[in-house]
């Protein structure tokens, strides 16, 4: 008998596929929570906001530098929501009942400018709906809404109070679950 070597090779090759195979399923599972086609998060399509970043970046530091960093806190049926539920990469959200009349404060220093907001959910825009939201002493307020579906929530908020001097835009992201 010959004394053979065995070679290890064909399980490289095999450990290698499967490797691949879980990368791809990695990315996959990333991928659905931040569907890049539906992204509106900065109120643009996401090639303006390819172009233009830095502008956009430069227009919410200065807005924040001026108003501060805004603060969200979500009333349902008038009480402040306190009960959290964490989601995949240690994300905590609120956790209210779907039927609940909510409301939403967003504490900032920002008292006068241009309000664009609506309600969505993360992974389509079949249930996208404008969002009022009206200055009020301690910062903007909306006013009573309910969700038609249980499951995530977002809300996206942009306000510009831009002046002849700068550009001051604050784009705010919101995300609750009702259950």
């Keep these: ?3 053979e070597k065995k070679t290890f090779w064909p399980y490289g090759i095999l450990l290698s596929i499967i ?3 879980v990368a791809c399923g990695y990315t996959i599972y990333v991928c659905l929570d931040y569907p890049v086609y539906v992204d509106n998060s900065k ?5 303006e906001v390819d172009d233009n970043i830095n502008e956009i970046d430069a227009a919410h530091d200065t807005f924040e530098a ?3 960093k805004g603060e969200f806190l979500l009333f349902a049926n008038g009480y402040e929501v306190k009960e959290e539920m964490k989601l ?4 905590v959200v609120k956790v209210a009942d779907s039927n609940a009349s909510f409301e939403l404060l967003l504490k900032t220093k920002a008292n006068t400018g241009k309000i664009d907001a609506f309600i969505t959910r993360p992974d389509t825009s079949e249930y996208d709906a404008p969002f009022v939201l009206k200055f009020a002493a301690n910062g903007l307020i909306s006013e009573p ?3 038609s579906k249980k499951g ?3 809300i996206k908020i942009k306000i510009d109070s831009s002046d002849e001097n700068s550009t001051k835009i604050g784009i705010y992201s919101y995300e ?3 259950r």
């Design 176 to 178: 609750f679950f009702a």
């Design 19 to 21: 490797a691949c195979i």
């Design 66 to 68: 001026e108003f501060g």
């Design 145 to 147: 809404f309910k969700v």
């Design 152 to 154: 995530r929530w977002q």
């Design 88 to 91: 995949r990469k240690k994300r």
């Design 43 to 47: 109120f643009s399509s996401y090639q």
């Design 1 to 3: 008998m010959k004394n």
